[in-house]
């Protein structure tokens, strides 16, 4: 039980330092003698996708500066051109991108990104925020992309807004798309 106590604790420790993948290994050390131990089987579940996919695990470990240009891979393949990047916080990029349209006649329409790695739910206050952001910059659309979960009343504000919510599948779907 000490050990049990042990790991959990070192892996709160990693999960706040955002070294997710060591803090998986002490849950998943916990899981295989324990499986009802505290809130352990929820972590994992909350970091499955982590487990499973590299470029997730690239996306939520990456540096500082690694994860600004992950961001702007992702942008591209979301077919928008960067405009200005806006490092926030360690686990929250904000880009402003161009949408790329092909009529010359047309004026394009700006789009705000958000990019958050971590690991607390998306919630409506943010959404909120976002929006607000959003117009504050002059953009038509904000995208939140996370790979934490969002709250149902974030889910509901976000559907009569001009916001587009995409998690952890979404994302992944996003990296193995190839751009245009």
């Known amino acids: 039980n000490i050990m049990q106590n042990l790991h959990y604790f070192l892996a709160e420790a990693q999960e706040l330092k955002n070294d997710i993948v060591t803090a998986i290994e002490h849950w998943e050390a916990i899981f295989s003698t324990n499986p009802k131990f505290k809130d352990v089987a929820t972590k994992l579940e909350t970091y499955a996708d982590l487990r499973k996919s590299d470029n997730i695990k690239d996306y939520m470990t990456s540096s500082n500066q690694d994860f600004q240009t992950i961001c702007q891979q992702i942008t591209a393949k979301l077919e928008l051109s960067v405009h200005e990047v806006k490092s926030t916080k360690s686990d929250m990029v904000v880009v402003i991108a161009r949408e790329s349209t092909k009529m010359v006649a047309t004026k394009p329409l700006m789009k705000m990104v958000f990019y958050s790695r971590g690991t607390e739910s998306i919630s409506e206050n943010f959404i ?45 779907e996003l990296y193995v798309k190839s751009p245009d």
Not at 128 to 152: G, Q, Y
């Open 128 to 172: 909120r925020d976002s929006i607000e952001e959003m117009k504050r910059a002059n953009c038509s659309l904000c995208i939140v992309i996370s790979t934490s979960n969002f709250t149902t009343s974030a889910k509901d504000f976000s559907r009569t807004r001009p916001i587009q919510l995409i998690d952890a599948k979404g994302l992944n």
